[in-house]
């Protein structure tokens, strides 16, 4: 596993949190920061997979 399929893992955890406190509280803005952190994270764990998969296949 990449660090960076880690620490996307890890945002999008901390952006759901935000969301759902957004949610909770009725801030939008923070709902919307929740739901962008949550896309970042996707982006950055997609990445560090694709990095492994080339790491990978440059073994073989």
Do not use: S
């Not at 759902?20 to 990445?47: C, M, P, Y």
């Amino acid at each position: 596993m990449h660090k960076d399929e880690v620490k996307g893992v890890a945002k999008q955890a901390g952006g759901a949190i935000k969301e759902a406190a957004g949610k909770v509280t009725g801030n939008e803005r923070l709902e919307a920061e929740g739901k962008i952190d949550k896309a970042e994270g996707k982006v950055q764990q997609k990445a560090g997979q694709v990095k492994d998969a080339v790491r990978d296949g440059l073994k073989h």
